[in-house]
């Protein structure tokens, strides 16, 4: 019996070795692709419509090459997170009834969808309005502000990568509620926990401005109250489950 265990793991480790080096691969053909895409993004990013009286400067001789990487990296990561979800799928798909192999394998295009409609909303609504209330907070305070390509592309990163991953809260609950964890009913009763949590949020992302905290949270709350309703339909499916396998049980004896 140690014997069959030890074969089992060893299989497992495989499996998760073949996997990972099919990750690595479309990684690396990503970068390729991320090598010619980022220049065009950068630019795109430093000629903003909010970035008209911003000039941009460069502290240390590594920034530019640093920026260049790091956008080269995202790029790539973007590119192939239908394979990492993919190949997550595969992996533990075998543990899993049919109708469940189903559902998790709709997961991903869902997924992609609500990552970039996160990172499209904090790129083209959140950042422009932060920017503008800092330029303008420091020219109410007669403060000229010198911006460093590194701050500059490290601030956009922190503010739209993070929404990407906010906006999975629809699908998590989901998830979540379909295999028992969390219930509609949990969700509600701890509604302004949740609130508040989301506005500490909002203000680590943020400067510390009534309404820009408005702009931020008021999203989230709405991603929260979209994923009571989604929760409820991910219950329902997860007590008939439920029923069915004790039916299932109960014909069996």
Avoid: C
Avoid at 148 to 167: C, D, K, M
């Amino acid at each position: 019996m140690h014997n069959e265990e030890k074969k089992d793991i060893m299989e497992h480790l495989d499996e998760l070795r073949k996997r990972l080096l099919i990750v690595m691969y479309f990684f690396v053909a990503a970068l390729i692709v991320g090598f010619f895409l980022s220049q065009p993004l950068i630019y795109q990013m430093q000629n903003a419509p909010w970035t008209a009286n911003i000039q941009m400067h460069a502290f240390q001789i590594a920034d530019p090459l640093k920026i260049y990487l790091m956008v080269i990296v995202i790029i790539a990561f973007v590119v192939i997170l239908p394979v990492i979800l993919y190949q997550l799928w595969a992996f533990i798909s075998p543990g899993l009834y049919s109708n469940e192999q189903k559902m998790t394998l709709s997961y991903i295009p869902i997924v992609m969808i609500l990552m970039l409609i996160g990172m499209a909303f904090s790129y083209f609504i959140v950042v422009p309005y932060v920017v503008r209330f800092t330029f303008d907070l420091s020219e109410q305070m007669g403060i000229e502000t010198t911006i460093g390509i590194n701050q500059y592309f490290g601030f956009l990163f922190r503010t739209v990568l993070p929404f990407g991953a906010i906006f999975q809260m629809p699908i998590l609950v989901l998830f979540l509620t379909q295999l028992g964890l969390i219930t509609p009913m949990l969700l509600k009763k701890n509604r302004k926990y949740a609130y508040f949590i989301l506005f500490i949020i909002a203000a680590i992302i943020a400067p510390p401005d009534f309404m820009t905290h408005i702009l931020l949270t008021i999203p989230m709350i709405l991603l929260y109250e979209l994923s009571i309703v989604i929760s409820k339909y991910g219950y329902k499916r997860y007590l008939k489950a439920e029923e069915k396998a004790l039916e299932e049980s109960l014909n069996d004896d």
